[in-house]
């Protein structure tokens, strides 16, 4: 075998760039599944809660061209073991706006959309109850929050210690509701033979749709294919499976053909998830030379009636500073809403911009410099935990932020710095995200002639697998990045969790080094050359780190803003900005920059634009499109300086490496409207910062 | 209704069977099965959907298929030649300036379009000289290409991309 230089962390150009650069890369939809494609469209309800009381599909079903409207009435039976969205067109009880009510199958998407208008649904519609409100009676503690972190908890007195605390901040953010909004829209085209189901699908993990498909129908393992090579985006909303994954599969079965179901870009408001408000509470205690002596993070926030959707918006305050009393808590309140979902760093997002706007509004209560605020609180252990760090590198990604941002000597006061018209200002924020390794499974063959077969489902949703993974492999293999051939995107595959959780290439990537070990111990074994018809080796990684229990786990950063908002008009600007993380191993230079770049982006623009606007009397979503909901755009962007630190973490995993999908957007809201604060002087604690809350 | 037309598509005629209200782009990604341009909202919102109209970027859910006539439809894949890549296709890999890839095809026919419309002088809204020959700084390029919404915001590197190719083509310094 011969020697080559590691390729890992190489900034490869994408394996799968130039399909995907020219439109024929395959996405959901645009795989070819061997007949004619029949198209489904969805009538929803019009009201928030309350009952079908007559639905006639009669005109719809006299359009030529339609082959079948599904309904309550005649739709096929799923499992009662469907939670939450998921038993579509089983009930006529309706639960949210835009639930799917009826369902139109017909040759062309043209005659199946008009169709829909077809379908008259008349509806006993009972007063809705949507508006998230922190005083409300009905709160509620939920037995844990996701990612099975504890609702709440509390460490010491931490009343006491604030009563007693020389400075103290109490103050209450609000996070609005938002939608993930990947470009490809959900899609999912089914096709059954016999009795065995294959989905082309939009989504960040066969094997998680494979398994609802399976208990919705009732079928093995064997009997459902879900294939989803190339995947536009996800960001969360695609980790589930939704409503109309199952929809999609139920018309194929009916009609007996090849059927395709693209949600509308309007549908996708209330049938794959958002990410819930929140009302956060925060109250910092500190000496009079900024050392916390209290932290408290008190989290209220919605999920549907239907379902138990508990994000863990405070956990990322049981990590960040050292304080000997501290309380996090979460609770929520039950409200006719469509079922809320992952968005990017759950929990963290809306989190750290509640503790990293609060910790910004100390330093100035202080007088001290924000960065140095945040060193003097550098906790040695996990504060919560006690348990010792993998390793933690948040004050060299503040220093070596600060200085290539050029910090240093910056004037503390707010409101003062002016530039013809716009009013000028800086702001800093630290990230962090949980670092943790998933079960997968893996499978690495190797032919007579040295091909090397790497099979794992793992998921490419942009976040640069298809050549980060290759690179892993062709390391682990000790051979060429040409020698290696990787397949991903198929529940045939070889187990794997999905995309999610910044937990994909720490979890692929760790079973193929260890499947490429074992293959390359046999190989050894057999005088270093593969035997003529070649030798397969299945292997993987059981689930956790073994070493989760004794070490503490994350990643960090820290991001530097300079904020520009125009005096006559409001307007927020963002010309620059300098983020600085320490994840570990990074695989690929090259896609890695582009995973930080978009997770940063994706949080200035929240904190400019993105608010999901709900009715407080119907309860729907009104700016349900992107001309209605705003996500930033190029003129949003300026010049961004991405840069990481080399950190190495022998804990974590095989590879050292602690997933980078999320830290991006952690933390830079609040840089956003800490730099709006030091421009302006005036504090928005509510989200975005749009023009007009200038002028209240 | 369904009614009989000829769409010119990166080079080739295909005569088809469309209904009256169907898209440009459905007439392509349902009907003939070009996936190049995607679709991305259906409303005009997102800019997936772009593709070049007689050389002129045009959102295609916006185009009823049947007012295309004989125009020469271009898509994405259809800008490279002789199966060369297009030295559009080229700057976007190099600059890793995606990363889902789902708007990128339609991001670089609008770089296309964006290039064209600087060499024949159109100004942008952020054009400070009306009559000077048009200069692609990053400035304009953000502008310009504004109507392309990436979700996965690789816009910090689509910039550079463009920025590229207007250099090597003259439209910038
Ligand atoms: S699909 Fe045409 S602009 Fe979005
Ligand atoms: S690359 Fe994913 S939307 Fe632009």
Request: hydrophobic share 30%; with cysteine; aromatic share 4%.
């Given at each position: 075998m011969t020697t080559i230089d590691r390729?890992?962390?190489?900034?490869?150009?994408?394996?799968d760039g130039p399909a995907k650069v020219r439109g024929s890369a395959p996405y959901a939809f645009e795989q070819d599944p061997g007949e004619p494609i029949t198209h489904l469209a969805l009538v929803q309800s019009t009201i928030n809660r309350g009952r079908i009381t007559r639905l006639d599909p009669s005109a719809a079903e006299a359009?030529?061209?339609?082959l079948a409207v599904l309904t309550p009435a005649n739709a096929p039976r799923l499992s009662g073991e469907l939670t939450a969205d998921l038993p579509?067109?089983?009930?006529?009880?309706?639960?949210?706006?835009?639930?799917?009510v009826a369902a139109v199958v017909a040759e062309t998407s043209e005659i199946a959309r008009a169709a829909v208008g077809g379908v008259r649904v008349e509806y006993a519609a009972e007063e809705p109850d949507v508006t998230l409100r922190?005083?409300?009676?009905?709160l509620y503690a939920p037995a844990q929050v996701m990612a099975?972190?504890?609702t709440d908890s509390v460490i010491g007195d931490v009343d006491g210690a604030l009563s007693t605390a020389a400075v103290t901040v109490d103050a209450t953010y609000e996070t609005p509701a938002q939608h993930?909004?990947?470009?490809?829209?959900h899609t999912s085209m089914a096709r059954w033979d016999g009795d065995s189901l294959t989905l082309w699908d939009a989504n960040q993990g066969p094997h998680t749709i494979q398994r609802d498909l399976m208990t919705a129908f009732g079928l093995t393992a064997g009997q459902v294919r879900v294939i989803s090579?190339?995947?536009?985006?996800?960001?969360?909303?695609?980790a589930f499976a939704h409503p109309h994954q199952i929809l999609a599969a139920m018309a194929a079965r009916v009609v007996g053909r090849t059927v395709v179901l693209e949600l509308t870009r309007q549908q996708m408001f209330s049938l794959v998830g958002h990410r819930t408000p929140t009302i956060q509470r925060v109250r910092l205690g500190a000496d009079s030379e900024g050392r916390l002596t209290a932290i408290s993070h008190e989290v209220v926030e919605h999920t549907a009636r239907i379902a138990e959707f508990a994000e863990?918006?405070?956990?990322a305050t049981r990590v960040m500073y050292a304080a000997p009393h501290r309380r996090t808590t979460h609770r929520l309140a039950r409200l006719d809403v469509p079922p809320p979902t992952i968005m990017r760093a759950p929990g963290e997002t809306p989190g750290m911009f509640a503790l990293e706007s609060a910790m910004d509004e100390l330093a100035h209560t202080l007088g001290i410099d924000p960065v140095e605020l945040r060193i003097r609180n550098?906790?040695?252990?996990?504060?919560?935990?006690?348990v010792p760090w993998s390793s933690r590198s948040l004050v060299e990604c503040l220093r070596t932020g600060a200085e290539r941002f050029g910090w240093?000597?910056?004037?503390?006061?707010?409101?003062?710095?002016?530039?013809g018209r716009w009013l000028v200002g800086t702001g800093v924020a630290a990230a962090t995200y949980p670092s943790r390794r998933r079960k997968a499974d893996c499978r690495i063959s190797v032919d007579g002639r040295g091909r090397y077969l790497v099979e794992i489902d793992g998921s490419d949703i942009g976040t640069g697998t298809w050549t980060a993974l290759t690179q892993i492999a062709a390391d682990a293999l000790h051979v060429?990045?040409?020698e290696v051939e990787l397949r991903i995107?198929?529940?045939?595959?070889?187990f794997a969790g999905g995309?999610?959780?910044?937990?994909g290439l720490a979890s692929w990537g760790s079973a193929v080094v260890l499947t490429a070990r074992q293959l390359r111990a046999r190989l050894e074994s057999l005088g270093g050359q593969p035997p003529p018809d070649g030798l397969t080796v299945d292997g993987g990684v059981p689930g956790p780190s073994p070493h989760a229990e004794q070490y503490s786990m994350h990643s960090f950063g820290a991001h530097f803003v300079e904020v520009r908002v125009d005096?006559?008009?409001?307007e927020v600007r963002v010309p620059r900005a300098t983020s600085v993380y320490a994840a570990?191993?990074?695989?690929?230079a090259t896609t890695a920059r582009s995973q930080f770049l978009g997770g940063f982006c994706m949080g200035l623009s929240m904190a400019l634009h993105e608010e999901s606007l709900?009715?407080?009397?119907?309860?729907?979503?009104?700016?349900?499109?992107l001309a209605g909901y705003h996500i930033a755009t190029n003129?949003?962007?300026g010049e961004i300086d991405i840069s990481w630190l080399d950190e190495e973490d022998p804990w974590v995993n095989e590879l050292g490496l602690k997933g980078i999908?999320?830290?991006?957007?952690?933390?830079a809201a609040a840089a956003v409207a800490n730099g709006y604060w030091h421009a302006t002087g005036r504090r928005i604690r509510?989200?975005?910062?749009?023009?007009d809350k200038f002028f209240r | 209704m369904d009614t009989e037309i000829t769409l010119r598509v990166d080079g080739a005629a295909h005569p088809l069977t469309v209904d009256t209200r169907t898209t440009l782009l459905d007439a392509l990604r349902?009907?003939?099965?070009?996936?190049s341009p995607k679709k991305g909202?259906?409303?005009?919102?997102?800019?997936?959907?772009t593709v070049l109209l007689d050389g002129r970027r045009v959102?295609?859910?916006?185009?009823?298929?049947?007012?295309?006539?004989d125009a020469e439809v271009t898509t994405s894949n259809g800008l490279a030649t002789d199966g060369q890549p297009h030295p559009l296709h080229r700057s976007f890999v190099r600059r890793d300036?995606?990363?889902?890839?789902?708007?990128t095809p339609g991001q670089i026919c609008s770089a296309a379009g964006v290039l064209e419309e600087a060499r024949a002088g159109w100004p942008s809204a952020?054009?400070?000289?009306?009559?000077a020959a048009v200069e692609l700084t990053d400035t304009e390029i953000r502008e310009r290409m504004s109507g392309n919404l990436c979700r996965c915001a690789a816009y910090a590197h689509i910039v550079p991309a463009v920025a590229d190719v207007a250099a090597a083509e003259g439209v910038r310094r």
């Open positions: 390729v890992l962390g190489a900034g490869i150009e994408r394996i359009t030529p061209g339609v579509v067109l089983q009930s006529l009880d309706v639960h949210y706006q835009g639930q799917v922190a005083d409300r009676p009905d099975g972190f504890a993930n909004n990947p470009i490809e829209m090579p190339y995947v536009g985006g996800g960001f969360g909303s695609k863990q918006t405070a956990t550098e906790p040695p252990r996990d504060p919560e935990r006690d240093a000597g910056r004037d503390l006061r707010p409101g003062v710095r002016t530039d060429g990045l040409g995107g198929d529940s045939r595959l070889p995309a999610g959780g910044s937990t005096a006559d008009t409001g570990g191993t990074i695989a690929n709900q009715d407080e009397h119907f309860g729907h979503f009104v700016n349900h499109d003129a949003d962007v999908g999320e830290i991006g957007i952690v933390g509510d989200l975005p910062l749009t023009p | 349902e009907r003939l099965r070009n996936t909202c259906d409303h005009g919102q997102c800019g997936a959907c959102n295609s859910c916006l185009v009823l298929a049947v007012t295309v006539g300036a995606f990363q889902c890839g789902y708007c952020v054009t400070a000289d009306l009559t």
